[in-house]
C-alpha cells in the first residue's frame, strides 16, 4: 500500500447514475482517500477526473460522452504548456460505470486522453489501477466476472467515503437475472450476486455509529436477495431472504430507519410484507417499477407478472399499512405498444393509485433482444406526446396522493433548511417518503419529528410541527 500513496492530490467525480452507481462512487472515493486523494467539487483543481456513467438510455450514454470531451480539452491546454517547458498539470482522466462496463477498450479508442477505463467490476481494483496510470500507462480494466461481494476481505480494508447526508447507502445484491427486454443492466452489471448478512448488517452498525439516521439498501431486485447464497455457510441455516435481514439490522440499537430499493412485483412475499409490519425501523414506503399497465406488453417485456398480478400485489400492501407510499417507473412507447395499450398504463395509475412514478421514453439498448425489433419502433414525435401524457397523469396523482394526507400526523426525519423571510423553512421525509415542509428551529435536522400535515401541493407537503 505504501508505495501507492499519492499525498496532496485532488480527485473530482462526476456520477450519472441510479443510486447503486452513487454508492460506487462512495466506495471509490473511500479507496483513493486511502492513498491520499481529496475529493474537490471544483473540476479544475483535480489531478484525477472521474466519471461514473449510466447506460440506462442513449441519453445518459450521450451525458457521459460530452462530459469527459471537455476534460480532454483541459488535459490537451496542459500538455501543450508542458511542451513549451511551462509549468503544467499532470491531469489523468478516468472513465468508470455501466458505459465503460458496456463500450470496454473502445472508449480509449474514441477518448486519446482518457488514462483509465475501468467497470461495474473493476472498483476494487482501484490501488493498482491508479498505479498504473500514474506510471503513463493506458488501462482499461472491464471484468465479465465480479470481484466485488465475493473478496470481503479486499472490502473490510477500505472505509468508504459516505456523501453528506443523513442516509446511507448499502449495496445488499448487485447485477440482474431478469433480462427484461429493454434494459442493459443485466450487461453493464452481470448475474445477480449478494453479500452476506454478516458483512451488511457489520457495515449497517457501523454506519449508526458513524451517526447516520438512515440506512438504504440498495439491489436492482432487492427483494430477491440471498438467491445464490448458501442457509447454513451463510446465516446459521435461516432462510437469506430480505425478510430476515430487515428483521436483523431492525435489532441495531438506537433511533434510526432502514429502507429498501428497488423491489421486482413477484418476489414481494408475503414474509417480506409481515418484516416491514414487525419491524419498527423498516419505512412504510415500496418502489415497485409496472413499467406498463398492459398485460401484453408486460409480456414483450418479459415482465413475470400480469396487471391483475400487479394490483393484488399493491392491494395487499395497502392493506397491511396505514400511511404507505408506492411508487413506480414506466416506459412510454415500448416497441409495438398500441394506444390502447398505452392508455392502460394510464389507467394502471388510476387503478392503483400509485402515489408517484419515474417515466421515461423507450430507448434502444445495443444488446437487448427489443432493441432488435425496429419494425415495432414507434416514431420520435408518438413516443414524446405519450410521454408527456404519462407525465401529465403522474402530477395528478401525486396531487391526489398528496391530498390524502391532509389532517394527518406523520414522523418526519428532518434533513435540511431554508431561511425564508425570516422564517426557518424545515425539510424532511416522512417514512413513506414524502417531502414535507414546516416552520421549526435549524437545531431539529438530523432530528425527527411529528408533524402534521397542512396541505398539499403536487411534490410536497406543507405542514406544522404536533404539540
Ligand atoms: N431493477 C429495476 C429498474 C432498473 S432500471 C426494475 O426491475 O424495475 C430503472 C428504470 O429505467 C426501469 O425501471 C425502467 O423504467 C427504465 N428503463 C430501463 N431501460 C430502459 C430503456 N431501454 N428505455 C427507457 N427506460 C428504461
Ligand atoms: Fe433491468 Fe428488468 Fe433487471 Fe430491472 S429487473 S434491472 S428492469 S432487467
Ligand atoms: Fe444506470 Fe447502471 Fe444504474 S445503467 S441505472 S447506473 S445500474
Request: hydrophobic content about 35%.
Amino acid at each position: 500500500m505504501e508505495e501507492t500513496k499519492q499525498f496532496n492530490k485532488k480527485v473530482y467525480v462526476e456520477t450519472m447514475g441510479c443510486q447503486m452507481n452513487k454508492s460506487d462512487t462512495e466506495r471509490i472515493l473511500g479507496m483513493l482517500s486511502h492513498f491520499g486523494y481529496e475529493e474537490t467539487q471544483d473540476p479544475k483543481s483535480a489531478d484525477l477526473l472521474i466519471v461514473n456513467t449510466c447506460s440506462i438510455r442513449q441519453l445518459s450514454a450521450d451525458k457521459a460522452y460530452s462530459a469527459v470531451g471537455v476534460w480532454g480539452k483541459w488535459k490537451n491546454e496542459e500538455r501543450k504548456k508542458e511542451l513549451e517547458g511551462k509549468p503544467f498539470r499532470d491531469i489523468k482522466i478516468a472513465f468508470c460505470g455501466c458505459v465503460a462496463q458496456q463500450d470496454k477498450e473502445k472508449l480509449l479508442k474514441r477518448f486519446p486522453f482518457l488514462d483509465l477505463v475501468f467497470g461495474t467490476n473493476n472498483v476494487y481494483e482501484l490501488p493498482d489501477l491508479i498505479k498504473r496510470i500514474n506510471n503513463n500507462e493506458r488501462v482499461c480494466a472491464t471484468n465479465e466476472t465480479p470481484k466485488k461481494f465475493t473478496e470481503g476481505e479486499i472490502e473490510a480494508k477500505y472505509e468508504i467515503k459516505r456523501a453528506k447526508s443523513l442516509n446511507a447507502w448499502i449495496p445488499i445484491m448487485e447485477g440482474c437475472d431478469n433480462f427484461c427486454t429493454y434494459c442493459i443492466v443485466p450487461f453493464t452489471r452481470g448475474r445477480e450476486r449478494s453479500r452476506r448478512p454478516a458483512e451488511i448488517i457489520e457495515e449497517a452498525q457501523k454506519a449508526i455509529n458513524e451517526g447516520f439516521k438512515e440506512i438504504t439498501l440498495l439491489g436492482q431486485n432487492v427483494d430477491s436477495y440471498g438467491k445464490h447464497l448458501d442457509a447454513q455457510k451463510d446465516y446459521d441455516g435461516r432462510d437469506v431472504t430480505l425478510a430476515n435481514l430487515l428483521r436483523d439490522l431492525n435489532k441495531i440499537d438506537g433511533k434510526f430507519r432502514i429502507r429498501f430499493v428497488t423491489s421486482y412485483p413477484t418476489d414481494i412475499t408475503d414474509d417480506l410484507i409481515q418484516s416491514v409490519q414487525e419491524c419498527d425501523k423498516v419505512c412504510e414506503f415500496f418502489h415497485i417499477p409496472m413499467q406498463s399497465g398492459s398485460t401484453e406488453v408486460l409480456k414483450q417485456m418479459n415482465r413475470r407478472y400480469t396487471r391483475e398480478e400487479y394490483g393484488q400485489i399493491v392491494k395487499k400492501i395497502r392493506t397491511a399499512f396505514k400511511n404507505v407510499a408506492i411508487t413506480s417507473d414506466f416506459i412510454a412507447g415500448f416497441p409495438g405498444e398500441t394506444e390502447e395499450q398505452f392508455e392502460e398504463t394510464l389507467s394502471a395509475i388510476d387503478e392503483f393509485e400509485l402515489d408517484y412514478s419515474n417515466t421515461a421514453a423507450y430507448s434502444p439498448r445495443l444488446k437487448t433482444r427489443a432493441a432488435k425489433w425496429t419494425d415495432k419502433f414507434i416514431d420520435e414525435e408518438t413516443k414524446v406526446e405519450r410521454l408527456a401524457r404519462l407525465n401529465e397523469k403522474n402530477r395528478q396523482a401525486c396531487i391526489k396522493s398528496n391530498e390524502k394526507f391532509v389532517g394527518r400526523s406523520l414522523e418526519i426525519l428532518v434533513e435540511s433548511y431554508e431561511e425564508k423571510d425570516d422564517n426557518i423553512i424545515l425539510a424532511g421525509r416522512a417514512e413513506n417518503n414524502k417531502i414535507i415542509h414546516f416552520k421549526g428551529d435549524k437545531n431539529l435536522v438530523g432530528e425527527f419529528v411529528n408533524v402534521r400535515v397542512t396541505s398539499a401541493s403536487t411534490w410536497h407537503l406543507r405542514g406544522e410541527i404536533a404539540e
